[in-house]
C-alpha cells in the first residue's frame, strides 16, 4: 500500500517560513503526480502545488512566488518550501500523489487516490 507521512508543520509569524516534507513509500518507480493540499477550518481542501514525475510544476495563484515545490533525485520525497508565510496560509496540509495517469496533473484533489495524514500549519 501507498504511504505518504508528511512532516515539518508548526506555528509561525505571518512573514515566516516552513518547509514540509512528504515522504512516499510501498511502491516502485516514481509517482506520476505528487504535491500538496490544504484544507482549512470550515473551508474547502485546495490544491497548493503539485510536480510531475518529468518535472512540470503547477501552484495555485494565492502561493506561487511565495511557495516552492521539489522532489529529490528518487521522486520518493517532495518538499514544500512556504516563504513569506500568511495568516491565510493556516491550514492543514496534506501530501497526495497519483500513481499513474497519462493527461497533465492538475491541482484537483479529486484527482488524487492517496493521502498522507496531514501537516498542520498556523501562521499568526
Known amino acids: 500500500d501507498v504511504q505518504l507521512v508528511e512532516s515539518g508543520g508548526g506555528s509561525v509569524e505571518a512573514g515566516g517560513s516552513l518547509r514540509l516534507s512528504c515522504a512516499a513509500s510501498?511502491?516502485?518507480?516514481?509517482?506520476?503526480?505528487m504535491g500538496w493540499f490544504r484544507q482549512a477550518p470550515g473551508k474547502a481542501r485546495e490544491g497548493v502545488a503539485i510536480?510531475?514525475?518529468?518535472?512540470?510544476?503547477t501552484y495555485a495563484d494565492s502561493v506561487r512566488g511565495r511557495f516552492t515545490i521539489s522532489k529529490d533525485n528518487r521522486g520518493k520525497t517532495i518538499d514544500l518550501q512556504m516563504n513569506r508565510l500568511k495568516v491565510e496560509d493556516t491550514a492543514m496540509y496534506y501530501c497526495?500523489?497519483?500513481?499513474?495517469?497519462?493527461?497533465?496533473?492538475?491541482?484537483?484533489?479529486?484527482?488524487?487516490?492517496?493521502w498522507g495524514q496531514g501537516t498542520q500549519v498556523t501562521v499568526s
Open positions: 497526495a500523489a497519483r500513481l499513474r495517469g497519462v493527461r497533465r496533473c492538475t491541482l484537483v484533489d479529486s484527482e488524487y487516490p492517496d
Open positions: 510501498g511502491y516502485s518507480g516514481t509517482a506520476y503526480c
Open positions: 510536480i510531475e514525475r518529468n518535472g512540470p510544476i
